[in-house]
């Protein structure tokens, strides 16, 4: 009995992100290396004729256009992203093509901030979803009825696949390649391209979204500095508010209003990235780390960067740490 070429499509709006389509297609290339047969016929679809300018000025040359004749025969359709995703709208006709093209195939989705086309097609309604987390916001502000995981590297919902970030569509690719040939050829197409097989964490690691911001007043502008100057110093409210004179309960009532946090968050902010910087640097023990940045011990740095990282210290300094 024949095995299935599946046709996978990946749709390149203007302005496209060069890795959102060339990085899962080179996994989708070396699954066919790897099963030793075509497994995936491999399209890259324009919204309209000519070649397609990329972010970085390179320019695309795709092998189809929305107008064409090949709906029918995608087997899975992705939609890359660019970095001006939620300021550029496709055009009507192309926005119906991609909701008539998705719900015809077996599966379809985006990669990285082509959410937005999906959703502006109105194919993300009530569903959960990833994207990159530096739009997440602005995705579920202009669509409010999306699901956003905005710590998730890929999402699986239905028939619908989305992934986080640029790279997450590698990482997106590689699951879809798992889901179709099993999980030993997608370990093989892993270390062929020197990838994780399953990244360890979600994609805020990557992210500084929710690191301590100066905000307020002067006065407490002054009192943020100092405490991200001085992350292992006491910083409860007594001694803030005694740098600045005023009640405790004043001071947090005060900073709450204009931060939008209290202080005690504020300050867990703070010594996090006071951590993430040292671990970065990969000199000190995560011990150290906690005394140097305020924690009392160890495992109370390791909850802190739980919640706010969403990987442990080990594992970011593992990622992260600059080489000696």
């Known amino acids: 009995m024949a095995r299935p070429v599946r046709t996978v499509a990946i749709l390149a709006p203007p302005g496209v992100q060069l890795l959102d389509v060339c990085g899962p297609l080179d996994v989708f290339a070396e699954a066919n290396t790897q099963a030793g047969r075509e497994a995936y016929r491999l399209l890259v679809i324009a919204s309209s004729r000519g070649p397609v300018t990329s972010s970085s000025g390179a320019r695309l040359m795709a092998d189809h256009t929305i107008g064409d004749e090949i709906a029918a025969t995608i087997d899975t359709l992705l939609v890359a992203g660019s970095p001006h995703a939620p300021d550029v709208r496709l055009a009507a006709p192309a926005l119906q093509w991609l909701r008539t093209t998705a719900l015809a195939a077996r599966r379809y989705g985006s990669v990285c901030s082509g959410a937005f086309f999906l959703a502006a097609a109105g194919l993300l309604n009530g569903r959960r979803v990833a994207t990159h987390w530096a739009v997440a916001e602005r995705l579920a502000a202009i669509h409010p009825s999306?699901?956003?995981?905005?710590?998730?590297?890929?999402?699986?919902?239905?028939?619908l696949r989305?992934?986080?970030?640029?790279?997450?569509?590698?990482?997106?690719?590689?699951?879809?390649?798992?889901?179709?040939?099993?999980?030993?050829?997608?370990?093989?197409?892993?270390?062929?391209?020197?990838m994780f097989f399953k990244r360890?964490?979600?994609?805020?690691?990557?992210?500084?979204?929710?690191?301590?911001?100066?905000?307020?007043?002067?006065?407490?502008?002054?009192?943020q500095r100092f405490i991200a100057a001085n992350p292992a110093a006491d910083h409860?409210?007594?001694?803030?508010?005694?740098?600045?004179?005023?009640?405790?309960?004043?001071?947090?009532?005060?900073?709450r209003h204009e931060i939008g946090i209290t202080p005690a968050a504020w300050v867990e902010q703070a010594r996090v990235a006071a951590a993430r910087r040292l671990l970065e640097a990969g000199?000190?023990?995560?011990?150290?780390?906690?005394a140097l940045c305020g924690f009392t011990d160890a495992d109370t740095l390791r909850r802190a960067f739980m919640r706010q990282v969403g990987v442990s210290p080990a594992d970011y300094r593992r990622q992260f740490a600059r080489a000696a």
């Open 236 to 255: 409860g409210v007594p001694a803030l508010a005694a740098r600045l004179g005023l009640s405790p309960r004043h001071f947090a009532r005060l900073f």
């Open 162 to 194: 989305t992934a986080a970030g640029v790279t997450a569509g590698l990482d997106l690719a590689l699951a879809l390649v798992e889901e179709d040939l099993g999980r030993e050829l997608a370990k093989r197409v892993a270390a062929q391209l020197v």
């Open 200 to 223: 360890p964490g979600g994609q805020m690691q990557f992210s500084r979204k929710g690191e301590a911001a100066l905000a307020g007043r002067s006065a407490l502008q002054e009192v």
């Open 146 to 159: 999306v699901k956003i995981d905005e710590d998730a590297i890929y999402v699986r919902d239905g028939k």
């Open 283 to 290: 000199q000190e023990a995560p011990k150290q780390v906690a």
